[in-house]
């Protein structure tokens, strides 16, 4: 039996179907912990094709977990999907194409897992772009048992799986007194002296982080009118490192900066996390190699390497078990993602094409994993060297 050739013909006979969904859900984005329509229509979807489905997921009404078991013992394979939109923009990111990458690859491994033994998984993770359904999946232990876990994203060309950065997204609330601005000005505690005594203090800092880091900030309160002294004003902040352990004393720090600047203004502060904080992405090397064979098979030659695309929520899955988080060229122009060209050409032919190519090429690695022990072997001792290096 040619199981490659079978998890081919599989995907291309369900290809107008995976088609269909992937314009539907586009046309209907939603935003994270709201994605309704989407995760309905993919459980029907995995359903349709002998999985069966738990919903919701810890709590999380529009995340699932689609599982098909062989008779046979084998690896467990994950594949994991994003259907969550941005706000204002819909599906400038490609979500729409990524659900229907891991369905895609599910439906044509499930066509020889019965012959070759195994385990088949579908993650549904709403939320990526703000509170990643990964973390608590990851974190509850619901990939420990996962041999490997794969997705795609769709981009503007073909880019090995690399790195992303620890992530905490923090928010500082002052609280002051109000008082009219020109009346009684002493009478008041201007909070947004605090936020932008906080601003100053992180741009200071700077100077004396890594050219890794990443810190940026918006000011989502800053008060109501000019001749009222603002009571209450917040800020938030995106603060990034390469791993986990340096963006914890990183975001301490910053912490301290916002207490000094609270102090100075003789505000009370209030600090939460706004977002949900991810780890960094360890991408699993042999995994990636095997997926990039399969890319070069497919017929792909342009295959550049990976680079740091931000923060992730596949970062906290890689740091449970093997993963790789590759790009895929759905589009013909150079458009960045979040961008109205990306959303708008990521909904026509050539996007479609993409994605099934990327469907193709996922199922086509798991099954280099489920019939080849050795390589499989390899892909654990890394894991392993890795952990032990963290």
């Not at 040619?2 to 006979?13: M, N, P, S």
């Not at 046979?72 to 729409?96: M, Q, W």
């Not at 895609?104 to 998984?121: H, M, P, Q, Y």
């Not at 947004?192 to 700077?206: E, H």
């Amino acid at each position: 039996m040619d199981f490659k050739q079978t998890i081919q013909k599989t995907i291309e006979q369900h290809a107008p179907r995976f088609k269909d969904i992937s314009l539907y859900i586009g046309a209907n984005p939603e935003l994270g912990n709201e994605e309704f329509l989407a995760s309905a229509r993919l459980k029907e979807e995995l359903v349709f094709h002998g999985f069966e489905v738990q919903s919701p997921v810890l709590g999380i009404e529009t995340a699932f977990i689609a599982t098909y078991k062989a008779a046979k013992p084998g690896p467990v394979v994950a594949f994991l999907a994003e259907y969550d939109a941005l706000k204002g923009l819909g599906h400038a990111c490609g979500h729409h194409l990524i659900c229907m990458m891991s369905t895609g690859a599910a439906v044509g491994l499930k066509s020889i897992i019965d012959e070759t033994g195994g385990e088949v998984r579908v993650y549904g993770t709403p939320a990526e772009e703000t509170r990643g359904a990964k973390v608590p999946m990851a974190a509850a232990g619901l990939f420990d048992d996962c041999d490997i876990a794969l997705m795609t994203h769709p981009y503007d060309r073909y880019e090995k799986s690399g790195k992303s950065l620890a992530i905490d997204a923090v928010q500082f609330e002052f609280f002051g007194q109000s008082a009219h601005a020109a009346a009684s000005p002493h009478e008041g505690i201007n909070a947004l002296d605090a936020v932008i005594q906080t601003f100053n203090g992180i741009n200071a800092f700077r100077q004396q982080v890594k050219s890794t880091v990443r810190i940026h900030g918006i000011i989502n309160q800053g008060g109501q009118a000019a001749n009222i002294i603002p009571d209450y004003a917040s800020a938030q902040f995106y603060v990034r490192a390469a791993t986990r352990q340096e963006l914890n004393s990183l975001t301490r720090r910053v912490i301290q900066i916002a207490e000094g600047a609270a102090l100075q203004a003789g505000c009370r502060l209030e600090t939460s996390n706004y977002e949900t904080s991810y780890d960094e992405m360890v991408t699993s090397r042999v995994l990636s190699d095997a997926f990039t064979a399969n890319l070069v098979q497919a017929g792909i030659s342009h295959i550049t390497e990976g680079e740091d695309h931000g923060s992730m929520d596949i970062g906290n899955v890689s740091l449970h078990c093997p993963a790789i988080h590759p790009y895929i060229q759905v589009i013909d122009e150079k458009h960045a993602l979040h961008t109205p060209e990306f959303r708008d050409l990521a909904m026509q032919d050539r996007a479609m094409e993409g994605m099934l190519l990327a469907a193709r090429t996922l199922a086509w690695t798991a099954c280099d994993v489920i019939t080849n022990p050795e390589l499989l072997a390899q892909i654990k001792k890394e894991f392993a060297l890795l952990n032990n290096e963290r």
